[in-house]
Each structure stands twice: as C-alpha cells, then as structure tokens.
C-alpha cells in the first residue's frame, strides 16, 4: 500500500488535483475536465482567463490573453507561463484582466493589463509575460523588501498580504485604501489604517477589498500606537473637557479620502438596521478585540471609527444575577448600545432608549428566520472559562464606550486571549511560509497588563460584587485615561447592579498548544466603491479607508471572497453571509436591502465550507448528508454563448429550467444545488471569475481521501451542534433570574464551570474544524492533522468537561436545573429532543439534560473511528500509521476511560438520592465517587456492641464509617471520615482466627472490619487498595479516572507516602495538621506540623513524634513574638544539640533532654538593643543551672566560674570583678557565704567568714600589702569602712622569717580542674556511644562517628554552601575509618597525629565538637573580666585537664596507643641494633623511633594554639612588674655597641667575630668589626630567637631555642675553624648576648608558659637544658647592674 502523500509519481497523479469547469446552473450541464500534465493546486479566473498552479510550482494560464503578443486567435488550451519556470510559486491571483502570482521566497510577478497601474510596473499599459515587482519597506533603513504570503487582483488594483501579515496596495480607485491623491498608485504601498493588526486573509472585488483581520489581544499591546493619521497627519482621537467629565472622540475622518459627515453616515445608516437579523438581546460574549458586535450602530457610532468597544457588548452578555428594577433594565439588561456624548445634534439618552426598546421588541418578536438552529455566535476565547465576566450598567457603559475610543489599539489589553500565530493550514491561499506572524504572545506582558484577571481563574463562585468592582477597574485603567476621567463620573459609575456571565473561556484556559489553531476571533474590513452596498456598512457611500463591518463581529468569519459587486464570508459554524449587489441572486437569498449581511439561504444542515464567486454568480461547496461535498449555484443564468455547443446546451437548459426560470427570470431565487457535483468525486475547492465556474477534485485514493473529507465534516457538523446547544440551552439558561435561587451557591459554581469548560471544548471544536478545512483547502495530508500533534489539548479538554459534568450530575444539578428550565422549556421538551437527536416518548427533562451534556463525550469515539480509518490508508511500517495508530488509540482510551467516569457519576447520585438521614450534606462533595458500600451487611466491625449497626462506604477519597443503633427509624446518628491517603489496610491470615478480618489503620485509629465471606474480603481489600493508590497518584480533587471497575491487577499503595492529615481527637495533636512523609499510619520522615494556635514544627519524624533535626516555632501570647527553636528532637520532645530563641530575646544554645535544657549549653540575656548583659555557660541539669558554670554579669562588671544547684550559685566558686577584685570560696543561695578568700588589686587579703556578696561576717585575717596583718572578728562590706575586732601584727619587727611571709595560697576553694566542664566531656563520650567515660566498646564509638559525619554530610548537602572545598575535602578524608587496633608503631603513630589535626578541625566530628566547645568555655572565662591575673594558675591546670581528658577518649578510640609516659616500641630489632648507640644522647623530641608518648605532644598542638590569646594575656598580667623590669634593662643594654656589650657581658674575646658574614654586606667582601658596629654580631642567632613569639606550643619554643643553640655554635666554628665543645662558663655569656640582642618584649611571660606547659619527659634532655639557660638568661638580665 502506498503512502499516501501528494505523490509526483505518475500512479496517482492523475487521482488528486483534478479541474472542472461548466458555466451556470442549468441540469444538463456536464463540467468539462481540463487535462493538464500535473496536478492542479490552485485555480484564479478573471473575466475571461485564469491562471493555474500546478504541483511542482508551474503556472499556466487560460482563456483569453490579449497581452501575450504571439497569441493568435486560436484559443489555446493552456499556456505555461515559462518565465516562472525557474521558480517554484506557491499561490497566484487573477483580476478581472490581469495576473500575479507569489514564490516559494515571497517574491511578487504580475502580468496582463496594466493600464490602471494594477501590475505595479509603470510606463507600461501590458506586461506581457510575469514581471518581478518589489515591495519595499520604506520604513527601515535602508529599505528592505518585503516578502509576500498572498495576493488578490481587482479590475484596477492589487492587493498583496505580507509575511508580516499588513496589507499593501497598487493600482487606481479608493479601492486601494491608501488615500492617495494621484493615481495609478505605480509604487506598492502598505495601507497604513490597517497597521497594526494581523490580517489573515484579503480579497478583492472589481473595485471594491475585503479583509479578513484577527481581533487585537493582548498579543498585539506591543505594537506602537497610532496617535495620527498618517496621511494627514491630523490626531485621531480628540478630548473635550466637560464640567463633570471628559468627552473622547475617534470621530477623525481622512479629509484626502472621502469625506462623511458624522451625522450623515450615521442617519443613513439608520433604516436599515431596523430589519438588522441579530437581536439585541442575543447575549453577544466580548470578544478580545475592541471591535466587539453592537447590534446596530445607533447615534453614537461613527461609521468611520474603527469599533464600539468590546465594553459595549459585555452587558449583552448572560445577565444572571442581582438584576435592576425593571425600570432601569431597558438599557442595560437588553445590552443596548451605549453613547458617546459628542455633541447637540444627537438625540438624547430617554430617545435612545426609546430606540433600542423599540428595536429590541422588533428583532424578538420579528423575523428570525435566517438565523439556523445554529446560528449563533460561538465564545471566543477571552479568559478563563469560569469566570463570570461583570457588565457595567448603561452609566458606565456610556463612559466606557467613549473613554475606550481614545485609546484605540490600547484598549484591548483587558481582554486577555489567545494568541494564535500559526495560521499556515488556515489562510485560503496558504503559504506554508507563515510561522511567525504577527503578535508574539508574550506571557509576561499578558502578566503585567493583567494581574488583577489572573487572580480570579477560579470556578466563579466568588464574590459576584468585588468581580464587578475588579472588571470596573480592570476596564477604567486605560493608559494615559484616568487622569483626566472625572472621579464623580467614575464613582457614580461604579454603582453596577447587573452581572453578566460571559460564557467564554478566560486566560489560560487554552493552553499553548492551541496557538497552532486558526482564530475565531475575527473581524471583516471592507474599502472601495460601495454603489451596490458590497462594502456591508448598511449605505452606499464609498470608503477610502478600510472600516469594520461591525455586523459581522462574533459571528466568526473564517474565509471572504469578492464577486464583481458583491461579497461574501463564511463563518466557523459554516454559514454564508453575503452582501453587495443581488441583481441576479448571486446573494443566495432575495432579501433587502443587501447592503448589510445577511445568511444566504440554505435548508437545514447544509454546511457551506468554501466560496468563490464570479461577475454575477456565486459558487458554495458544503457537506450534504453523505461524506462527498456538494456544490451550490447561486446567481445568473449564463446564455450568451458563443460557440455552438453552448447554443445547444442552452436549448436542453431551458427545457430544464422549470420553476426557478419562471420565478427568477434567468437566475436563482436562493442557490441552487448542481446535480453533476457527485460525479465529480471529492472536490476540495471551487473557483468562479467572469461567468466561468471551476472546481478542484481528487479521486478517492485507497479511501484515503474520503476519510479526510468524512473527518472534516463530522466536526464540521459537531461544532454546529455544540453551538446549537450553547445558544438554545446554555445561555438562556444561564440569564434565567431564578438560577442562583434555585441552585445555590455551591451547585451555581459547578454550573459555571461545566458552561465555561463547555465553551473552551466548543471553541477548540470550532477552531479544529476550521484547520481541517483549510488542510482540504490546500494541503490534504496528514501533516496538516493537528490533532496528531495536539492530542492532549483534546484529551486534557474532554477530560476536564467530563469531570465537571460528573461533579454536576453528583450534586444533583440537573434535577435542581429542572425546574427553573421549565420557565422557559414549559412543559415542551421537543426542543432538548430535537437537539439530542432523540424520538424518546414521555422522557423526563432532567434526564434529558443529562444526555444532553454527555453529548460531547461520545464524539471522542469518533475521532478514534476516523483516525483508524485514515491509518488503514498507509502501510503498517509507516510513520504516519504510527502517528494515527496512537492518536486513535488515545482517543478510544479516553472514549473508554470517560464512560466509566460516567458510570461511577451515574452509581454515585443514585446512592446519595437512597442515602438516609441529614449526612448526606456533609458528606456529598463535587468530585467524592462512590466505589462500594456495605449496606448488604457484608462488612461488620469486630467487637461492635450488640444493638450498634455500622455501615462502612468507601469513596474515591475515603472511607466513612456510619453508626447507629439499631431500632431506631433513622437509625445512623454519627459517621466518621477517613481520608484515604492516609489510610493503611492489610488482610489478617485466616488461619490464626477463622475469620475473614481486614486490619484498618488510620492515623488516630486502628480497627477490624470482618468480611462475611473471602470473595468479599478480598473485594473489600483490592477496591480500598486501589482507591488509596488512585487518591495517591492523582489526588482525590483532581478529576481521577475511575476505579470501582476494579481490573483484577493487585494494586499494593505504598506503605510509604506523602499526605496531609488533621487530627482530631484530644491530646496534644488535637485539630493540628500534618503535611508530610507517613510510613503505616504514623508520620515518618519528613513533615510540618501545624497547631491552630500558630505553634510550628518542621523537620524530621519517626514513628509519629517529632525526632531528627527540626525546627520548632511557638508564639508568645504577651510578648506578641514567637519563641524558636532549632535543633535535634527525640520522641517528640528537644534533645540533643540546639538553640532556643526565646521570644523575651533570651537565646539558648545547647544540649537538651526531653524538652529540657539539660547538659552544657549558653545562655544569652538582653533586652532590646544591647549585645547581652549577662551570658551563662555551664552545665544544666532539667531546665536548671546546676554544676559548674561561668557567669558573666557584664552590667555589673562581675563574673563567677564557679557552681550551681537550680539557678543559685551554691558550693566553691571564684568572683573577679572589672576593679580587680578576686573572690574565692564558699556560695551558698546565690551569696558569698562561709570561708573564703578576697584579694584587692594592690594584694591587700582577707581571709575568713562572708555572710553576704562582698560581706565580712566573723573570724578572719586581713593582710596588707606590706605584710601587716590584722586578725579577729570582721564586719562590713568590703570597700565601705569595715568594724574589726582583733589584733594587729608587722612580722618584720620580728627575726623569725616564717612569719614574715604569710603568702595566701590561692586556688584551694575553687572548683578543681577536674570537676570543671564535665557536661561537655560527657556530651562527646555519649556521641562515641559509652555511658560513662570509657564504659563502652570502641569499635561501636567509631561507627557512630561515621554515622555522625554521614548525617552531617547528608545536612549540608542540602546546603552546600555552608561548606568550604577543603572542609568537605576534609570530611571525605575522616569518613575513611583509620586502623584503631594493632601494634603502634611509628608510622601509625604519625596517622594518628594526623588523624586528631584534621578530627579537631571539623566541629561535626565528636572531637572536633569537643575541642570547639572547650575553647568556647576556655574563651568565656578568661577573656574580659575574667582577663585576671589571679587566674592564672587555674587557667594553666584547665589546660592539662583538658588534655588528660581528651588523651583519655583518643586512648579509648587506640586503645593501643601506650598510656600517658609509655614508649612506643622500635619498629624492628635491626633497626634497634643500628640507632641504639645514639638513642641515649638524641633529644626525645627528634622524630627517631622510640618516642615518648604524652598528651601534650600529641593534643597541645591542636589545643594551644586556639588558647593560645586568653592564656598568654594572663601570663603577661602576671609577669607584668618581672617584664616591666627586664624590659628598662634591655632597652639600657642595647644602646651599646656590640663590642662593647660583648665585653660588658664578659664574652671571651676569642668568641668575638672579626669581620661579619657576607650575608650581612655586599657579596664577597669581607666588613671589619669596628668599635661603632652595632645589631651585626650572631646576626642569625638573634634572628631566629626573635621567632620564639610566633610559636604557640612549648616544644615549638624549644625547637627555636635549639635552632638559636645551632646558629651560635656554626658562627663560633667558623670563628675558630674547628669542632669546639661548650663550657656552660662560655656559652652563657654568648647567649646572653643574643637574648639581649633579639629584645623579646614578653620574655617572663614566654619562658612561664614554656615551664608550666612543657612535656615532663623533656625537662631532663638537651631541650630541658637549654630551657633553663634561656631562663637565668631572663633572670640574670633583671639583676644585671650597669657599671
């Protein structure tokens, strides 16, 4: 089977494209077929010749063509026009004698008769053969040309549509539409009045145009604004200011085209319209143009202004609610034309009025025949289906209508549309070419412009007065307006009664999809000559200017064609209107007058598709009731003819004629059908010019082409019956003014959603149906099926109407429809029969209604049937075959899907009518379907009381359980929901109990359901099973497919899911919901709680409690501020690390146990702005201060590191104030009470008995500074004149020396290091897993502290940017577990080391939180206040704590790693063998094997240098007086030069260097010392002691002081060229020198800390040695005395 494709091969060539031609109507007509060598694509006939285009871009031309100069008088079949041979052409024109045709780049070739300038070429009166003409756009620089889609021909003008989609023009008469004020115009020029708008379609009459233009919408707001005319540059919109409001008029009329006055054109215009066939009160939707229908043009409107705002309409549309007083409803409610008021000579408002009653009751109760069942505008896409859109009252109506004129193309931005920029397969002359056209649909621009819209996309229940109010704003914003709108007008204004419900689909109802779609939102331009009425503005004046045929607004026009005098359009909904000259019928109806539109008469469902018309005849080809089109005639009789045969044929013409020649006299009453057209096959498009008539037709190639035309008219005839039901049911329905009564609220709501969804599937119908037209048109291919790559638009469209309708029909909507339907049905329900194509006797309404709006869901079946018929047309291997194959089995899904949809909707209203008691309000929701209920007592309750009956139902979102007891009538008195994703249902095994039980398990609840026997258990279980998953996977409001058919498949729902749940019974979730992970009932995972009370919690859960990382918010009632919390919970409750905000400003940061401050944590305090007045840190016990703790009271200048028991200091504890106070000794209830000692700056003490803060009470000693003493009984405080009683002493009277130093010992009634910080060494060893210090097993610690790490990563992954690149380098290295067990040799204790280095890096390590805690505590106490020097030994004995503590957890981790003072073995006894010999002599510090090992080698590097700051500035306050002293020296000395302090020092004089190093001086020469030389000797050596300051640990110290020893000893060497050995009697006076030299400013301090830090395995090596030379050095400088 062959593919089926516009094929070139020979086979079938001659099956498609084949050209007909016959002239008039008569019965004995036989069509004449015209062979040509190709297939024919397009046919344009002027008077007496046409123009063909074949397949491959070839044209020919036929008839007459006296511009071809070898053309003899023999008429020639066809002649190819082989100019164009080298070019592929894609669409030609014919004018009445003259040619063009358009190339596949756009460019433009004319020939024939150019004596009007109609060929574009000047100085020519012929063009014999095709002429390339330039369209130039002179707008750009430079020019460019522009490329052409289409082009229409008059008799004296051309017309040309750009790719742009903007028309352009050349030739002689206003038909141009330019203005000009010479013709022939020879040059094209671009019609500049319609710039700006997107053209889609042009035509031409003899001297008249036509232009078919999409509505502006928002897409085209871009578009720069027209303010003046460009042709004479006067504004088009002028302003008045009148005493209350502002006039605004588009009344400017070019005076270089033809002038009309206002008045003029309007009165003229007035009777006609009397007859005008649309009613006003036909409710006309707003479109999203500014040219929106206004039944007639009364008074107000300028025949010349381009529209009467879509405003105007908008009361035209549904009025349902909250109508006026009938007084008030003449102008509003009938959707009466509103006025501009522009000026005297126009009637008043109570005459206008009086007009549009008059007219109103004219048109309702007049004819309105002409208007078929069908003929009703469809909704044009405006917004979102459901919103109603509010109509202004006549108040507001008349200031919007004239505010709307002044802003022209501005205007539109209210209207939200679709933009639809595709309109390839839908412009008759096609050019394939035009993809991006005018408008691009920008959706923020859409945004901007419309907030206020996109706000209310929802199912239009909303508040009917704040919509009314928005749609008032919305519409009064017009840019530059407000400003000079009086703000009276607009108040009184605002003061709307009526509501309209637009029935259209409002933005974003279609999605971007449907862009590809052809618009339904047109409007029909017309310009010319106008002496027959063919430009359909109800006159015969001429237009030089394209206006708007505002007749034809809404009525969606998809196609315009041109006769000599007349015109024509064909609508979506495959109408004809027509107007123009109706000399010879070619009108199709005899109506008058026929200078406005009107529908040609056809009978019932004949639906026209394509028009063509000739001089005095008109061509329609339409679906008749078989799948083959059929062609109509309608216009002139054709007699003279000139050849015999057509004086034969006239002869059998008129013996045939009967009737219609007696009636018409030589032409059509109304058109005529041909009885040939069936032998013509398919015919795709027919053609008239001059008298001729052509058609185009294909053979039905392997069904392929019947199938085409069978789909395109069965939506054809779907979209007419959709708007057929909009128009007659829908929308009277929806103006009924007892519908809100009647339905309520929530059932009004469903109404508008399915009218509104009914719209958006019509409008999509609509617009399929018109791309399926236009692919017959041109294409005929299955690439111009865009339902193939749109499908679901469809399916998703169909889907969401199909729901509303079942969200209706559960509701009981249709019953409650019923009765306020009857007010306009009566009892008659003929007209919903005849609509549902149904002869059902005594059939109920409602059920009638049902049908009704099931329709549409049948159609799906359709498509699918008509796909498949398409793809049996190609072989199975075939992309196309797979493309229909899908589409149709999509279709048919959904068609199956949709069905049970019904079914389930159907199932589900007949249970709530059975359904008893007052539950069913509560429980009846819009999309709740019922899957199965128990009421066969299938399903009992386990355990339920004897009397108590229960009744289980389960819907799609849940499962209810009813009870009751039994005896009474109404018997179920409460009912339970559970919500379905948050249900859990298992089956229990059989064997255990014997009964067929189901264990239910719900959040708050668990029960057994007993089944009555295993079919039912097993019924019961599958359908809960599937409804859970179905809720799970689509959400239960979202429009799920239907379930209860149950396939047999098992459906397990994850135990594992996402939901949202409230709790309901009491206890502390009461009424809280949450939102989150659940795992079998209880929330896991993780989730956000939330408490009505505004209480907060989000983070992690576990089996229903809180537990893992979260955070908490609570408010504070009197503090109107929120308490938060952040950090690690456990069974519902704070535990673990965390930091609590307090909303009083307090912040605690710290360890927690069952919501308790418990263990070490910090504790903030301040008020408003200050940093913190008092901060605590320290051990807590149960939400108490209790151990030890350090408080700083910075306001009072005090801190006391000492301890706690519930928030009191109590027990041994040390006071230091900011004066320099120091306390130690006993608290008790938070005062000084019991011994203890005190210390002023200047060291007076008392020691002795304190009953309050700073408080002497009793026995005691006072020593002063000096060593006086008074002891005795003491009271007071201190500081404010103590009372003594006691004896004084000055031990220096005395010999004895041991009472003269009474010397207080410090530190005995203070907290011993040990007992300081345990909560943090408990917290890590409760990280590493161990109940107490060293009580567990090791390899356990080291799996958690992969966990710990692990967890830390997975946090910070969800924000990486916490983290550095070398800290996570540094994680990824720690997640390797080192090697803990074994030997430790030197290689592993080198891993070690390192391993701690990078461990006390990262605080989410447990060490590394360890040594970041203890620095922060070590920070606290001794920095500020605590900055002390009193302190000083307690900070040192802190230090080797904290190192005894931490080596005892790293020897717990190595439990290998000899303990404090053990030797780490050799690693093999040859190595032994070789160092042992020196192993004695080397410093232990050398990193040969054998190494000590102790704490502070190991952990002081990482410890000290983060304590370093706070502990030496305690060691430089106590060795202040020392350093003071030694530093006077220094200074002294070093104002020698060296030789002379080398000799002061007493420096032997062989070590004195002769010349300096080269180093020192210029390279190569050697500098004398001299006497003056000064800073030059042992340069190096003093160098490298100045280093000792930038070391922190004291083995680094000690390493300086060696490297000092070695740079000495090498200058000493070279001095004496040989190896030399020490005396200390030689060496000290050389150091000395260079101690002095280096001028270390902290010296005592440096040599302190070294004495108290140092490693005790040291102090007797070579670095010990050294050590204490450095030290009398220091000692020795203090004593030294300058002789």
């Known amino acids: 089977m062959e593919t089926q494709r516009k094929s070139s091969g020979d086979e079938d060539a001659g099956e498609r494209g084949l050209l007909h031609t016959w002239r008039g109507y008569s019965c004995g007509i036989t069509p004449e077929r015209l062979l040509l060598p190709r297939p024919v694509l397009q046919v ?87 002429t390339p003409v330039a369209l130039l756009d002179s707008d750009t620089t430079p020019p460019q040309t522009v490329p052409v889609l289409e082009l229409a021909c008059g008799e004296q003008h051309t017309l040309a549509l750009s790719a742009q989609r903007q028309v352009w023009a050349w030739g002689s008469g206003s038909q141009l539409g330019l203005s000009a004020a010479v013709f022939p115009v020879w040059k094209p020029q671009k019609v500049e009045h319609l710039a700006g708008r997107c053209v889609l379609q042009v035509a031409c009459g003899a001297s008249h145009s036509l232009a078919l233009v999409r509505c502006l919408g928002p897409q085209d707001i871009h578009r720069p604004p027209v303010d003046k005319c460009r042709q004479c540059n006067q504004l088009l919109y002028t302003m008045t200011d009148k005493e209350d409001h502002v006039i605004i008029s588009d009344g400017h009329y070019c005076p270089l085209g033809v002038e009309l006055t206002e008045n003029g054109g309007a009165l003229e215009a007035m009777a006609p319209l009397q007859e005008l066939k649309t009613s006003p009160s036909e409710p006309v939707p707003p479109s999203q143009t500014s040219t929106a229908v206004s039944p007639a043009p009364a008074e107000g409107a300028d ?20 109508r006026p007083p009938p007084d008030s409803e003449t102008s509003a409610a009938k959707g009466g034309v509103t006025l501009g008021v522009k000026g005297s000579s126009y009637p008043d408002e109570q005459a206008v009025k009086d007009y549009l009653k008059k007219l109103s009751e004219n048109t309702q109760t007049g004819q309105t025949n002409s208007l078929t069942p069908g003929g009703l505008h469809a909704m044009p896409p405006a917004g979102d289906l459901t919103s109603s859109t509010p109509a202004p009252t006549s108040t507001l109506n008349s200031l919007v209508a004239s505010c709307a004129s002044v802003v022209g193309e501005r205007v539109v931005s209210t209207y939200e549309a679709l933009s639809f920029r595709k309109m390839m397969n839908y412009l008759p002359s096609g050019a394939v070419r035009s993809g991006g056209l005018a408008g691009a649909d920008s959706k923020a621009e859409r945004v901007r412009l419309e907030d206020s819209v996109q706000a209310k996309k929802s199912s239009s229940t909303g508040d009917i007065r704040e919509e009314e109010a928005e749609g008032l704003r919305r519409r009064l914003s017009l840019p530059g307006l407000l400003s000079q709108v009086s703000p009276r007008l607009l108040r009184k204004a605002a003061r709307s009664r009526t509501r309209a419900i637009a029935l259209t689909p409002l933005g974003g109802a279609a999605p971007e999809a449907q862009d590809v779609f052809p ?101 329609l080809l339409a679906d008749g009731d078989c799948i083959q089109p059929i062609i109509y005639y309608s216009g002139q009789q054709v007699r003279e003819e000139t050849e015999e045969s057509a004086v034969r044929e006239s002869g059998r013409r008129d013996e ?325 994703a948050t249900l859990w249902v298992e ?37 809960i099973n599937q409804a859970v998953d179905q809720a799970l996977s689509g959400g239960v409001g979202q429009e799920t497919a239907s379930i209860s058919s149950g396939s047999g498949q098992k459906l397990e729902p994850p135990i594992s899911r996402t939901a949202s749940y409230t709790f309901y019974k009491d206890g502390r979730l009461k009424e809280a919901t949450y939102d989150g992970r659940w795992l079998a009932g209880k929330p896991n995972g993780r989730g956000v709680l939330k408490w009505p009370d505004g209480r907060l919690y989000t983070g992690m859960f576990k089996n229903g409690l809180e537990d893992g990382f979260g955070e908490f918010i609570a408010p504070n009632k009197t503090l109107s501020k929120n308490d938060h919390y952040q950090g690690h919970w456990k069974d519902g409750k704070m535990h673990g690390l965390g930091t609590y905000r307090y909303a009083s400003g307090e912040v605690y940061d710290g360890s927690f146990q069952d919501s308790m401050r418990h263990g070490h944590g910090v504790l903030r305090s301040g008020k408003l702005n200050t940093s913190s007045p008092s901060v605590f840190i320290g051990q807590w016990l149960q939400d108490k201060k209790t151990g030890y703790g350090v408080f700083d009271d910075i306001t009072k200048g005090e801190k006391y590191m000492g301890m706690w028991q519930e928030h009191l200091r109590q027990g041994t504890g040390v006071v230091v104030t900011q004066f320099g106070l120091y306390y130690e000794g006993a608290f008790r209830d938070n005062k000084m009470m019991g011994t203890g000692i005190l210390l002023s700056e200047d060291d007076t003490t008392y020691e002795g008995e304190f009953s309050d803060d700073w408080t002497l009470s009793g026995k005691g000693v006072l020593t002063m500074a000096n060593g006086d003493y ?136 447990p060490l590394g939180r360890l040594v970041e805690t203890l620095v922060a505590v070590y920070r606290m106490t001794y920095v500020g206040v605590g900055a002390n020097r009193r302190l000083l030994p307690q900070a040192v004995k802190e230090i080797k704590s904290y190192l005894s503590r931490i080596f005892q957890i790293v020897r717990f981790l190595f439990p290998d790693l000899p303990e404090e003072g053990g030797l780490i073995p050799e690693p093999s006894a040859i190595l032994q063998e070789k160092k042992e010999p020196g192993s004695a002599d080397t410093p232990l510090q050398s990193p040969k094997p054998g190494r000590v090992v102790s704490s502070s080698a190991l952990l002081l590097p990482v410890l000290l240098p983060r304590l370093y700051p706070p502990l030496f500035t305690l060691y430089a306050l106590d060795k202040e007086r020392e350093d003071d002293v030694y530093w006077e020296c220094v200074l002294r000395l070093n104002k020698q030069p060296d030789l002379a302090l080398l000799a002061f020092l007493g420096v032997q004089q062989k070590f004195w260097p002769v010349s300096l190093p080269v180093s020192v001086v210029a390279l190569g020469e050697k500098q004398q010392v001299i006497s003056s030389t000064k800073d030059a000797c042992f340069a190096s050596a003093v160098e490298t002691l100045q280093q000792i300051s930038t070391t922190f640990t004291p083995s680094d110290k000690l390493q300086v002081i060696q490297l000092t020893f070695e740079e000495i000893t090498q200058e000493v060497q070279v001095l004496l060229k040989q190896d030399f050995l020490w005396s200390m009697d030689e060496l000290f006076p050389v150091f000395l020198y260079v101690v002095l030299r280096a001028r270390i400013r902290n010296l005592g301090s440096e040599v302190s800390l070294i004495e108290d830090l140092m490693d005790p395995c040291v102090q007797h090596g070579e670095h010990g040695i050294m050590f204490t030379t450095l030290k009398a050095c220091y000692y020795q400088i203090q004593h030294e005395k300058i002789t």
């Open 303 to 322: 025949p010349s202004s381009d529209t009467t705002r879509h405003q105007d309409s908008e009361t035209e549309d549904l009025t349902l609610a909250d």
């Open 987 to 1023: 089956p229990i095994p059989e064997e255990n109990t014997g009964q067929f039980g189901l264990r239910v398990i719900t959040p708050e609840e668990t029960f057994t359901l007993l089944a009555s026997c295993p079919m039912e258990k097993a019924k019961w279980h599958r359908s």
């Open 44 to 130: 344009a006939l002027g008077v007496r010749h046409g123009v063909l285009l074949v397949e491959g871009g070839q044209v020919y031309s036929v008839g007459d063509l006296p511009w071809k100069q070898n053309q003899g008088p023999a008429l020639e079949k066809h002649t190819l026009e082989s100019v164009l041979s080298g070019q592929r052409v894609v669409a030609v024109a014919a004018g009445s004698f003259h040619s063009g045709a358009v190339t596949e780049d756009g460019g433009v070739h004319m020939w024939g008769d150019n004596t009007s300038g109609q060929c574009g070429l000047s100085g020519l009166l012929t063009v014999p053969n095709p």
């Open 1270 to 1405: 008074l002891e005795g009984s003491f009271s007071g405080e201190w500081g404010s004149g103590l009372k003594v009683a006691g004896s004084y002493f000055k031990p220096h009277l005395f010999e004895t020396d041991k009472d003269k130093t009474r010397v207080v010992k410090l530190g005995r009634l203070c907290v011993s290091a040990d007992n300081k910080w345990q909560a943090v060494f408990e917290e890590c060893w409760n990280q590493l897993g161990c109940e107490a210090p060293g009580r567990g097993e090791s390899w356990k610690a080291w799996e958690n502290i992969a966990v710990a790490l692990t967890a830390s990563r997975r946090h910070i992954h969800d924000s990486p940017e916490a983290l550095s690149r070398s800290h996570s380098r540094i994680l990824e290295s720690l997640e390797v577990i080192p090697q803990h067990d074994g030997p430790i040799t030197m290689d592993r204790y080198h891993t070690i080391h390192l391993y701690l280095i990078k461990a006390c890096d990262t605080a989410l390590h």
């Open 656 to 980: 045939g004629e009967g009737e219609e020649t007696q009636a018409g006299g030589g032409f059509t009453q109304q058109p005529v059908l041909l009885p040939f057209c069936m032998n013509l096959r398919y015919v795709s498009n027919v053609f008239a010019g001059g008298q001729q008539c052509m058609a185009l037709s294909d053979r039905n190639v392997m069904g392929f082409i019947a199938s085409l035309h069978e789909l395109a008219s069965a939506e054809r005839k779907f979209y007419c019956r959709l708007c057929g039901i909009k128009t007659q049911i829908i929308r009277p329905l929806l103006e009924l003014e007892s519908l809100s009564s009647a339905l309520g609220q929530v059932v009004l709501g469903l109404l508008l959603t399915l009218t509104g969804r009914f719209s958006r599937l019509c409008l999509l119908t609509g617009r399929h149906a018109a791309s399926l037209t236009a692919n017959l048109r041109r294409g005929r291919d299955v690439d111009g099926l865009l339902v193939l790559d749109n499908t679901s638009v469809f399916l998703d469209s169909y889907h969401e109407y199909c729901v509303a309708v079942g969200n209706f029909l559960v509701m009981g909507g249709f019953q409650t429809l019923t009765k306020p339907s009857l007010d306009f049905f009566g009892k008659n329900v003929e007209l919903l029969q005849r609509l549902l194509e149904s002869s059902q006797e005594n059939a109920d309404a409602a059920d009638l209604l049902v049908a009704l709006f099931y329709i549409p869901t049948r159609h799906l079946h359709e498509y699918g049937r008509l796909l498949l018929k398409l793809a049996t047309c190609f072989e199975v291997s075939s992309q196309d075959y797979q493309r229909l194959q899908d589409s149709c089995s999509k279709f048919e899904y959904l068609s199956l899907q949709l069905k049970r949809l019904r079914k389930d909707a159907e199932y589900t209203f007949h249970f709530w009518k059975s359904f008893p008691g007052k539950m069913t309000d509560s429980l009846r929701k819009p999309h709740r379907r019922l899957i199965c209920e128990s009421s066969n007592k299938a399903l009992t309750l386990q355990n339920a009381g004897r009397f108590s009956v229960n009744w289980f139902i389960l819907f799609n979102d849940a499962l209810v359980h009813a009870q009751g007891v039994a005896p009474y009538k109404n018997f179920f008195s409460t009912h339970h929901v559970f919500p379905l």
């Open 519 to 619: 618009t339904l939102q047109t409007e029909v331009w017309s310009w010319g000559h106008c002496q027959h009425g063919q430009l359909g503005h109800g006159d015969n004046l001429d237009r030089s200017q394209p206006l708007c045929i505002k007749s034809l607004n809404n009525k969606e026009v998809v196609r315009v064609a041109a006769g000599a005098q007349h015109s024509l359009a064909v609508t979506a909904q495959s109408q004809v209107f027509s107007w123009g000259s109706n000399s010879c019928g070619q009108l199709g109806h005899m109506e008058s007058p026929s200078t406005i539109p009107r529908l040609a008469k056809l009978s019932e469902g004949i639906r026209v598709w394509d028009v063509s018309a000739g001089e005095k005849h008109t061509l």
